[in-house]
C-alpha cells in the first residue's frame, strides 16, 4: 500500500518504518527539515532501540518530505501522527492535528480518487467524529463513507520499545464509521497477529485514554502504598510482589519510585481531568493520581535533606535525567522538578544521563554536565532518578546515594536510601 505519515515524531516516524518493513511504500512528512534530511540520510531524528537498522534496510521504501500536498497525491492512506501537546491550563491543545485535517482536505478536495485519513494522535473521546470529521467534509467538498474514508487508530507504543511495542501489541485498535475503511485497514495489519477490536471513531479514542489512566492509576497507587511502606519500614517489593501473583492485578506497573513522566500520561491525565471539569463531572480519581504523582519526586529531595540538612554548595550527582531508561525523552522527567528544588536551595547540581543530556541542556544550560557516571559520582551525595543498566554496574561503595529507582547494586554505599523502601 501507499501510505502517507505526517509528523514524523516518535510514533510518526515508528509508524512509517514498521509498515516499511511489510513492503509498503511510506512518504514521512514533517515541518521540521532538519528531521526530513536525517530520514533521508538513514539517521533516524530520535533514539529508539532497532529503528535505525530498520530504517536503513527499508531506505529503499521510505522518503520524507515536507511537501504534504505531492505525499497526499501519491497515498492511498494517510496517517495523523502530530502532537496533541498540553496547553498551560492542562487542556489539549489540537492545534497541529485540526491544521493538518484542515490541510489534507484541501488536498483531497483537487485529487480523484478514495482516501483513507487515519487519526493516530491521542485526542479526547469524540473529537475525530465531532471536530476533525466536520472540518474534512468542510474544506474537500466531499463526504466521508463515499468519497473518503475515516478511521481512529489509537497508538500504544512505550518510548524506549517503540518498534517491538508497534511489531507486537496487545492489539490493534480500529474505529471507524465506513465498512471500507475498517476492511482496508485490516488488509494493512493482516500480518500482526494481535486481536483486532473494532469500534467506533469515539470508543477507539476513549480505550487510548482508559489505558493510559489505568496504568498511570496503577503507578501511583504503588506510590501511595510505598509511601505507608515507607513509614512502617516494610520493603514496597515485598509488596508488590505478593500482590502482583494475584491475577486480577497482575504485577506491571507495581514498582513504586518517583513516578510517572514521559510525553504521555502527564499530558493525556490533564487533558481527560480539564475535558471532565468542562463537561460538570469531578473526576476524583484521576486528580488523585495526579496529585500522587506530582508530590512523589520530591519525596527524593526530602530523604536527601534527612542526611545533609543544608544543601548550600554541596555538590550533588544525578544518575538520570531520561523520564526512563532507553530513550532521549526527557518531557515531564521526574527529575526536572528535583533540579529545581536542588536549585532553589543552593546545590552545585552534578547531572549524568546516557543518551538524554543534550535534551536535558536546553532546559538547564547552567547545570554541570558530566562525560561519564563516574564523573557525577564524585559528589557529596548521589540521587538515582532513571534505571539505565549502566548505572547498575558503578561502583557506589563509599558514598551516600538516595534512590528512587530501586537500583539495588547502590545498596552497597556507604548511606543508601530508597524513596519507598
Ligand atoms: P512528537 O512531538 O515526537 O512528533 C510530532 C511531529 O509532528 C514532530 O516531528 C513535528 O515537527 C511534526 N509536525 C507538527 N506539525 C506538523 C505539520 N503541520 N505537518 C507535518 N508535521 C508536523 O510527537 P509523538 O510523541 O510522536 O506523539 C504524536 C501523537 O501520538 C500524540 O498525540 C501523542 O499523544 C501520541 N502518542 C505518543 C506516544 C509516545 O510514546 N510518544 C505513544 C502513543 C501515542
Not at 502530530?82 to 497541529?96: A, Q, W, Y
Not at 489505558?211 to 505507608?228: R, V
Request: charged residues 30%; glycine residues 6%.
Amino acid at each position: 500500500m501507499n501510505i502517507s505519515v505526517i509528523g514524523t515524531g516518535y510514533v510518526g516516524l515508528v509508524t512509517g518504518v514498521c509498515f516499511a518493513k511489510f513492503g509498503n511504500k511510506i512518504i514521512c512528512v514533517d515541518i521540521d527539515q532538519d528531521k526530513i534530511d536525517k530520514i533521508n540520510n538513514g539517521i533516524p531524528p530520535i533514539y529508539e532501540d532497532g529503528l535505525k537498522e530498520l530504517l536503513i534496510e527499508n531506505q529503499s521504501l521510505i522518503e520524507a518530505t515536507e511537501n504534504i500536498k505531492s505525499a497526499i497525491i501519491k497515498s492511498d492512506i494517510t496517517f495523523i501522527c502530530v502532537g496533541t501537546p498540553s496547553k498551560k491550563t492542562g487542556e489539549i491543545d489540537l492545534t497541529f492535528v485540526l491544521d493538518v485535517a484542515k490541510t489534507i482536505a484541501k488536498i483531497i478536495k483537487e485529487k480523484d480518487g478514495w482516501q483513507l485519513i487515519v487519526v493516530k494522535s491521542t485526542v479526547l473521546p469524540g473529537t475525530t467524529k465531532d471536530t476533525i470529521l466536520p472540518i474534512i467534509e468542510k474544506y474537500s467538498q466531499k463526504k466521508v463513507g463515499k468519497d473518503f474514508g475515516l478511521a481512529m487508530n489509537p497508538e500504544f507504543l512505550r518510548e524506549g520499545i517503540a518498534v517491538n511495542d508497534f511489531l507486537n501489541p496487545d492489539r490493534i485498535v480500529i474505529g471507524t464509521i465506513d465498512e471500507r475503511s475498517k476492511e482496508i485497514l485490516k488488509k494493512l495489519y493482516k500480518d500482526f497477529s494481535c486481536p483486532i477490536v473494532e469500534t467506533t471513531l469515539s470508543a477507539a479514542e476513549m480505550i487510548k485514554y482508559a489505558s493510559n489512566c489505568m496504568l498511570a492509576t496503577k503507578i501511583s497507587f504503588i506510590n501511595e502504598i510505598g509511601n505507608f511502606c515507607k513509614k512502617l519500614e516494610i520493603d514496597a517489593y515485598d509488596v508488590a510482589e505478593g500482590m502482583g501473583l494475584d491475577k486480577r492485578i497482575g504485577r506491571a506497573f507495581l514498582d513504586s519510585g518517583i513516578g510517572w513522566g514521559g510525553s504521555c500520561f502527564p499530558k493525556d491525565l490533564d487533558a481527560i481531568s480539564a475535558w471532565s471539569k468542562e463537561k460538570n463531572y469531578d473526576s476524583k480519581i484521576i486528580d488523585s493520581v495526579i496529585y500522587v504523582n506530582d508530590k512523589q519526586p520530591l519525596k527524593l529531595n526530602e530523604i536527601l535533606k534527612k542526611h545533609m540538612p543544608s544543601l548550600k554548595g554541596k555538590k550533588i550527582g544525578i544518575l538520570g535525567l531520561a523520564f526512563k531508561p532507553d530513550t532521549d525523552d526527557i518531557r515531564e522527567s521526574r527529575t526536572i522538578p528535583i533540579i529545581k528544588q536542588l536549585l532553589k536551595e543552593d546545590a552545585i547540581i552534578k547531572v549524568y544521563d546516557p543518551k538524554a543530556m543534550e535534551n536535558f541542556r536546553k532546559l538547564f544550560p547552567d547545570i554541570i554536565y558530566c562525560k561519564t557516571a563516574d564523573e557525577a559520582l564524585e559528589s557529596d551525595a548521589i540521587l538515582i532518578t532513571t534505571k539505565w543498566e549502566e548505572f547498575k554496574k558503578l561502583n557506589y561503595k563509599g558514598k551516600i546515594v538516595i534512590d528512587g529507582r530501586r537500583l539495588l547494586e547502590a545498596k552497597k554505599a556507604r548511606i543508601y536510601e530508597g524513596v519507598c523502601w
